[in-house]
């Protein structure tokens, strides 16, 4: 017989009083979460069934109490240093009244099937090639509540750490800030902005290191219209992957599980001013209408090269009549993609009050891995030269489809006095990190 012991003496609010049946732990065999997950074939990716008298222990992780989290458990299987983590379907509404955070529970696998979607490996019940939820009806057959709650220890990682094997488990990412660019006239918020559909997706970025992630929030939760926090912190929340498993999101529980009270560490920008109203003489201007093939740059004196050794670099492209310089990491196979584009060199000895402006469009975000230089000392060297990052307008279009607007950026050169090069810097990584870019107009004016 076993006795098990709860860690505090009462939940914050009633639930049903429930004990262990002794079955489950006497009769059943007992294996391991990972041997569980084990049985799915990723190369054959067909949905396996479970037979036989098999359990498995692990922790509740998520809470659908702020409406994050919709029909699912977040399991792990031990409360620090997991080895594995899975999502289990139930067809039920407030589940963490019963199955709350922290909660240990057994989950019996006859007649339960495991298969992957949306990037997460899922245990459910099998019908007809699909895996629908657990029913109400069928919950206390396969899911046992223990009147256990243990401390979750979420695991401390970097961004630069996520891996297939982390997924479904509990992190914690410290040094943490939303982009910059979220925060204009007016903050944005979790998940309530007219371009969210389904789930709101918001850049954030690790501090000294230049990797980013998305934090996903569903439309539905409670604390949607909430406005991001504008400094930096820790987050904890679960690592996943969005609906098309393009890309690592975390999702958090609710609002709490953000702990925003240090200093930006936003990049240091170049400037020579404010500056930015357009004269009538055009130093440089490029559209990219004649470029039907991105070969036809470097006879014109740009510089167009990937510095990581791969194929992968900016290319004509056309979209709704329009052609662009585009690129992306997406399906490359490169990791780390750099890749420079650099206009030919621009004479600004002549003139005064020089601005330059370009439009910049992203689509298919899954992090913002653009930015813009200037420098007066290239001479055919990328790495070797002295680059100044300038403040530039980078977009971060909708994910997982086209974006149709460009953002403009104008900036004042007017401190240079004698040939400078434009560069657009882009650092990608497959599959993580391949945002698609178009550039557009690219024009320095001056008077």
Known sequence: MFILISCVATDDYEVPETHEPENIVTEGTKISLRA???NYNEEIGEIFTFSGDFYFEAYVISSDRGGNFYNELMLQDRPENPE?????????????????????????LNG?????????????????GDLDPITLSEIDEFLVRSEIIEEIIPQQIDIGDFTPALLCTYVQLDDIQFNRNLFGQTTTSFAAETFDQFDGFRQIEQCGSDDTALLSTSTYSDFKSINLPANSGTILGVLARDYYD?????????TEDLKFDGARCDPIFFSCGNNTAEGDTILFEENFAEITNENKLEPLGWTNINVTGGEERFVDATS??????????????ENPLEAWLITPAIDLSETENEVLSFNIRASYDNGTILQVYVSDEFNGDV????????????????????????????????CFETEVYI??????????????????NIKISAE
């Open 36 to 38: 569980v997950k084990n």
């Open 246 to 254: 393009d890309f690592y999101v975390v999702q958090v529980n609710s």
């Open 423 to 440: 560069a657009f810097r882009y650092r990608g990584r497959d599959p993580s990190r391949t945002t698609t870019y178009d550039i557009d």
């Open 383 to 414: 790495k070797n030269a002295n680059w100044h990052l300038l403040e530039a307008n980078i977009p971060m279009g909708p994910s997982n489809q086209n974006a149709t607007v460009f953002r403009n950026s104008k900036i004042d050169l007017s």
């Open 320 to 333: 709704n009549g329009n052609r662009t310089i585009r690129i992306s990491g997406y399906n490359s196979g």
């Open 84 to 108: 594995a983590g899975i999502q289990i379907l139930i067809d039920e509404n407030a589940l963490y009244q019963r199955y709350n955070f922290g909660r240990k529970v057994f989950v019996k």
């Open 112 to 128: 339960l099937s495991i298969s992957k979607s949306n990037g997460l490996l899922q245990l459910g019940k099998q019908n007809r």
